[in-house]
């Protein structure tokens, strides 16, 4: 259970810096920096590889898949590709 509280918080620290980077690189391209804001973009998407997998983890952690997880997947899923 200890390696699903690892993930855990690797899945919301991942969240956290993602959301943050997301105003950078917004506002990095809203004042024409394109480089800057594509350096940032590139680092966004590693950090989407980092959700992914800690996700995809945490799924496969638990013994019990419903349907409300399998909901919490997709939505997931959603807000990376709205935030791309």
Do not use: C, D, P
Request: proline share 0%; glycine share 8%.
């Amino acid at each position: 259970m200890k390696g699903v509280n690892k993930f855990a918080h690797l899945h919301i620290t991942g969240w956290v810096i993602a959301i943050i980077l997301l105003f950078v690189v917004s506002n990095a391209y809203r004042q024409q920096k394109a480089m800057s804001g594509k350096i940032f973009h590139r680092i966004l998407r590693l950090f989407y590889l980092v959700i992914l997998f800690s996700g995809v983890s945490l799924f496969f952690s638990y013994s019990n898949i419903s349907g409300e997880l399998i909901l919490k997947v997709l939505a997931g899923l959603w807000a990376i590709v709205s935030m791309e």
